[in-house]
Structure formats: structure tokens, C-alpha cells
């Protein structure tokens, strides 16, 4: 079965800080996607990066990087120098390339909540 | 219109009474989602569209229903509201397979 763990509940940091999310992932399928995902304060839904599982190229956006290895099966985001306006909360989310069904509905973890403080 | 967009922002019920929660989106994008979130529980898929014309049931279907008459739309009605369904619910779109989706802005649905 499909699941997302996102074993951090909340995260509390001082500005400045480096931050990891950690985020694990169960499929048996060869071909699927990972998502991240933010939720200010505002309650929107922000994308932040889509990964395929043949590309296990690291990532850097900014101050954001993510680590995806497919040998542990996690996919964790790091915010490097956070700042204030990083708190909200992140979803990772997995999406498998199935036909037939529901083609790509996410399947999250249950998020981590970042407060970063000044 | 730009993106998607939900309607209302938010809703208070009584328990018994029919409600449709209402999403547009203006991207012509095949496949649409609703997903409900709760505290500590992330969010969960209700119901999905491929494309307009067809529908499926996701992991919490029960007590929802979906159409997809046109591929703009894709309202979702509580026949009998009851105080489990209070939520935040979010309509998601997306070009293709596995493509990223699009998130409104959400409704905050509470029955009482």
C-alpha cells in the first residue's frame, strides 16, 4: 500500500537556522512522483517541487534544497537560513503513474508544522 | 477567474441539511480532485474526475458525491450533512498524469 510518513509533527527554530523536514514514502510501484507542498498560516496550498522516481538528482530552489534517495525511500526538504516567513506547514505527497483509476491523486503525509522565530 | 476557484469560503450547517461546494477552474485541465483536511490527518482524497464525464470514489467517499458535467466544474454535494464532515475542503486540478495540481483556496465547512 501507498503511504507517506512524516514522523515530525512540529518543528521549532531560530532565524538563521538550518531546518530539515523528513519525509519516507512506501510504494511498490517502479514509477511514481514526490511532491512537496506548503500551508502558510493563510491556509492555501503552495507547490514547491515535483520529483520523478528515475531522477535522483538533488535539488536546490534558494534557500530550499531536497534530497530524494530512493535506497531509504525519503525525499526530505531542507530550508537553509530559515526566516519567518518559512513557518507553515509542509506536506510531502506521493503520486504513482497508474492508467485506469484515479490518475495521480496525491497521497500525503500528515505534515509538519514549522515555526521559525525571530 | 484565474486558477481555481471554490465557493463558498465558508459554511455553517445543520446537521440533515444538502450542501454542494462548488469549484471552477479555468486551466483545462483534465483531471479534478476534492480532498477534505483534518487536523493531524493531512489531507484525503474524497472523490476524482479524469476527465469530464467520469468520476471515481477516493479513500473517504462516503456521504459525497461528484459530477463532472463540463471539465470547468466539479461540485461536490453532502446529501445529509453530519458532524464528521466538518472539514476544510480543497478542489485540485491537474493537466495530466501525475502532474502537479493546482489547490484552491478552500472551504471551511462546519455542521452542527
Known amino acids: 500500500a501507498q503511504k507517506v510518513t512524516q514522523a515530525q509533527t512540529e518543528i521549532s527554530v531560530v532565524e538563521k537556522e538550518d531546518v530539515t523536514l523528513d519525509c519516507v514514502y512506501e510504494?511498490?510501484?517502479?514509477?511514481?512522483?514526490l511532491f512537496w507542498y506548503k500551508q502558510p498560516p493563510s491556509g492555501e496550498l503552495v507547490f514547491l517541487i515535483r520529483?520523478?522516481?528515475?531522477?535522483?538528482q538533488n535539488e536546490i530552489s534558494g534557500r530550499y534544497s531536497w534530497n530524494f534517495q530512493k535506497s531509504t525511500s525519503s525525499f526530505n526538504f531542507t530550508i537553509t537560513a530559515s526566516q519567518v516567513v518559512d513557518s507553515a506547514v509542509y506536506f510531502c505527497?506521493?503520486?504513482?503513474?497508474?492508467?485506469?483509476?484515479?490518475?495521480?491523486?496525491?497521497?500525503f503525509g500528515k505534515g509538519t508544522k514549522l515555526s521559525v522565530k525571530p | 477567474i484565474a486558477g481555481i476557484t471554490q465557493a463558498p469560503t465558508s459554511q455553517i450547517l445543520a446537521a440533515g441539511r444538502r450542501m454542494t461546494l462548488r469549484c471552477t477552474q479555468d486551466?483545462?485541465?483534465?483531471?479534478m480532485y476534492w480532498y477534505r483536511q483534518d487536523l493531524g490527518l493531512g489531507l484525503r482524497l474524497i472523490h476524482y474526475?479524469?476527465?469530464?464525464?467520469?468520476?471515481g470514489k477516493g479513500e473517504v467517499p462516503d456521504g459525497y458525491s461528484v459530477s463532472r458535467a463540463n471539465t470547468d466544474d466539479f461540485p461536490l454535494t453532502l446529501a445529509s450533512a453530519v458532524p464528521s464532515q466538518t472539514s476544510v475542503y480543497f478542489c485540485?486540478?491537474?493537466?495530466?498524469?501525475?502532474?502537479?495540481?493546482?489547490f484552491g483556496p478552500g472551504t471551511r465547512l462546519t455542521v452542527l
Open positions: 485540485a486540478s491537474s493537466p495530466g498524469l501525475a502532474g502537479e495540481q493546482f
Open positions: 510504494t511498490r510501484d517502479t514509477t511514481y512522483y
Open positions: 520529483r520523478n522516481s528515475f531522477d535522483e
Open positions: 505527497a506521493l503520486s504513482e503513474a497508474r492508467y485506469g483509476g484515479s490518475q495521480g491523486n496525491l497521497i
Open positions: 486551466m483545462r485541465h483534465n483531471a
Open positions: 474526475s479524469n476527465t469530464a464525464g467520469t468520476t
